[in-house]
Nanobody, 121 residues
Framework: QVQLVESGGGLVQAGGSLRLSCAAS????????MGWYRQAPGKQRELVAA???????NYADSVKGRFTIARDNAKNTVYLQMNSLKPEDTAVYYC???????????????WGQGTQVTVTV
């Protein structure tokens, strides 16, 4: 069993900052990618930022220059630092990892439960 526990969401005024954390636990052998997605009301879930184990981060155009993704491999944790927040960043933010947690060495995607981020004007 793999569990992802997210934290750090909340209510913030436009221009403010928040830092999201997502800690993965369970019988994890390896994690090849970690990322953050978001889903606003009435919209599809979209990629915000992703980070592979050996590659460069990938950001949605709408957050480039404002958000930073980072991971702590020792803690199986991924972070999303969000600066200069805008009302259009309001959404439920989900973390996702792609990991091997079985003896067959098959990768699966695992999702967190989501954390609400609300940005007011």
């Amino acid at each position: 069993q793999v569990q992802l526990v997210e934290s750090g969401g909340g209510l913030v005024q436009a221009g403010g900052s928040l830092r999201l954390s997502c800690a993965a636990s369970g019988n994890i052998f390896s994690i090849s990618a970690m990322g953050w997605y978001r889903q606003a009301p009435g919209k599809q879930r979209e990629l915000v930022a992703a980070l592979t184990s050996g590659g460069n981060p990938n950001y949605a155009d709408s957050v480039k220059g404002r958000f930073t993704i980072a991971r702590d491999n020792a803690k199986n944790t991924v972070y999303l630092q969000m600066n200069s927040l805008k009302p259009e960043d309001t959404a439920v933010y989900y973390c996702k990892i792609r990991a091997v947690a079985n003896l067959l060495s098959i990768e699966y995607d695992y999702w967190g439960q989501g954390t609400q981020v609300t940005v007011t004007v």
